[in-house]
């Protein structure tokens, strides 16, 4: 799934041109010997967290009902996860990293979701099902030490990062098959064992659930 995410995000950013080409999109860890090998310019989408959204988790299980309107079977819901790669421009002069890096951002901002045509896989498969891929770029999303640290730790020179996020709902669960429909109405027996008194009352029917429930009928029209 997170191959598929990849692929997402290197289509879109490929969609846009610079100088009438399209830039190279990778996904390598950005450090020095990687830098020395670029000879074309680069996008560099280094994944750098993921972590579940829990605000957006919820417990109540998901009804699944088949043409009759019965349920057959219940499914947790999804749970989302932030996806966050950090954004790079590589090219020969700070000036073209900046032009790259500026046409990244434009390309992003058109959207608030990855749109259906750059997706395929297990991505296309949860749009059609009604999901959505959200994006944000350019949040407050790293602390203020985290680019120093990165560079430090990849060995390789300070490159402005832009933040890439997306939301990416992951099935959760079993799917649980639901028990037999109602048939019958639900029976509901009470004794006292101190005394022979036994109480039965009786639900609403499946077949008709608001017989006896009204108790007033509307009067006819003359």
Request: net charge neutral; aromatic share 6%; charged share 25%.
């Amino acid at each position: 799934m997170l191959a598929d995410v990849d692929r997402a995000l290197a289509a879109l950013l490929e969609a846009e041109k610079i100088s009438g080409q399209a830039p190279k999109v990778s996904f390598d860890a950005p450090k020095r010997d990687w830098a020395a090998q670029q000879t074309a310019p680069t996008l560099n989408l280094f994944l750098a967290d993921i972590r579940e959204d829990l605000s957006r988790r919820s417990t109540s299980m998901i009804d699944e009902v088949n043409v009759e309107g019965v349920t057959v079977s219940r499914q947790q819901p999804f749970r989302f996860f932030d996806v966050t790669y950090a954004l790079t421009a590589w090219a020969s002069r700070p000036a073209d990293d900046h032009q790259l890096l500026g046409l990244a951002l434009t390309a992003l901002v058109k959207y608030d979701h990855i749109p259906l045509k750059f997706c395929q896989g297990e991505l296309l498969n949860l749009l059609n099902s009604g999901q959505a891929l959200h994006l944000r770029a350019g949040g407050k999303v790293f602390s203020d030490r985290f680019a120093t640290e990165l560079w430090s730790a990849l060995g390789t020179d300070y490159h402005a990062i832009l933040p890439v996020v997306i939301s990416l709902p992951v099935a959760a669960g079993e799917r649980e098959a639901a028990g037999p429909p109602q048939t019958v109405p639900p029976h509901l027996k009470i004794s006292d064992k101190r005394s022979t008194l036994t109480e039965r009352f009786e639900g609403r029917d499946p077949a008709d659930p608001e017989k006896g429930i009204r108790t007033r009928k509307r009067p006819s029209k003359s």
